[in-house]
């Protein structure tokens, strides 16, 4: 089940991705997946999206024991992440509201 939702939640990322480089050349996100969490024991898998212009991230969590909730940080690439994370029903996490995301998160430093 949860390799058929980071499949799923790849194809969201890709989409949203694509459409940011369309948009805003200038952010150029890289998305990685990480599968590392698992062997730490951690029944989970993360997303990083990140800037490497303004050194911004955003970590997307889909854990094995609640498949239905992905769990996000608007963080930074050279900080380790905040013991709190927000969380989103996977079903709401869309295309659009992740390309929102990285625009907003990303594209507001680069205007700073």
């Given at each position: 089940?949860?390799?058929?939702?980071?499949f799923?939640?790849?194809?969201?990322?890709?989409?949203?991705?694509t459409?940011?480089?369309q948009?805003?050349?200038?952010?150029?996100?890289?998305?990685g997946?990480?599968r590392?969490?698992?062997?730490?024991g951690?029944p989970?898998?993360?997303?990083?999206?990140?800037?490497?212009?303004t050194?911004?991230?955003?970590?997307?969590i889909?854990?094995?024991?609640?498949?239905?909730?992905?769990?996000y940080?608007?963080?930074?690439k050279?900080?380790?992440p905040?013991?709190e994370?927000?969380?989103?029903?996977?079903?709401?996490l869309?295309?659009g509201?992740?390309y929102?995301w990285?625009?907003?998160?990303?594209?507001?430093?680069?205007?700073a």
């Open positions: 089940m949860t390799d058929k939702l980071l799923a939640l790849s194809d969201i990322a890709t989409d949203a991705h459409r940011i480089q948009d805003f050349k200038e952010i150029d996100p890289i998305v997946v990480n590392s969490m698992r062997k730490s951690i989970a898998d993360a997303m990083t999206i990140d800037c490497l212009k050194g911004k991230r955003i970590i997307l889909l854990h094995d024991q609640k498949p239905e909730i992905i769990r940080q608007f963080a930074f050279n900080k380790d905040d013991d994370f927000e969380e989103i029903p996977f079903n709401e869309t295309a509201k992740l929102r990285i625009r907003d998160y990303f594209q507001g430093a680069l205007q």
